[in-house]
């Protein structure tokens, strides 16, 4: 009976009070012990979103959540099931607002090695930015390669900015290919970087490389199977392009 309207929770407890009220009856029922060990863990993220949330929810000068009540419901999840990508990402985005960024990288690199393109992408920023860490913008390099390749698209669009610039190497085919990707996944800020990009290639290098760009989103897999993967996983930049593709095909009952 806990669990019975836990998704509705879930999308209404960060915007919404009521959602926040409702949980506080779920909170108040008393402990966990009784429960199964996978609602347990859904039981404690839902209560770690209320804390982390209501620090947007209320009113400057009043108490703006409990931040480390949320950490606290995080960290009996990671005990639990130290792989769980959501409590991962939570407990990384709690920890990098409160300025400790090495506990932050350790927590989305964590995450980043299970895949996860958006932990991917804070943890590029990171290294790139020297927040936790030494900077190291050819290492970051890297690590937004592997959120681009698996569909991130603002680490589309940074390397686009990157082999534009010359790093890691200067390449205005590579940078060309990175904002046609980023843009076709959302990117309006590649989008707007497209005209001035095609000017450094002659036109029949552009055709080339929109083609690679078409074949290479093919071998991706099936977009909308590609968009609830990645909306499961909590990763809806990465999703968005994945999804704004399938909505072509209105037939599959997955849309």
Known sequence: QHFVARHALFQRAGHHRPGALAADKYRDVGGIGHLHAEQAVDFLFLLALLHHARQQLRPAGRDRGQP?????????????KPDFLPALMELGRLRYNQRRYEEALELFRRAGEQGHPDALLQLGLMIRDGRGTAPDPRAAAGIFLRAARLGEPRSQAVLREYY?????????????FW???ASMNGSYAAASALPSDARRLPAGKQQEIRDQVDIWLGSLGDPAGQCLRLIDMDSPSAAFGFC???????SDPRI
């Open 179 to 181: 904002a046609l990707a």
């Open 68 to 80: 480390e009540k949320a950490a606290e419901a995080l960290l009996r999840i990671l005990e639990q």
């Open 164 to 176: 534009g610039s010359g790093m890691p190497e200067l390449n205005v085919e590579q940078s060309y």
């Open 244 to 250: 704004q593709r399938a909505t072509g095909n209105a």
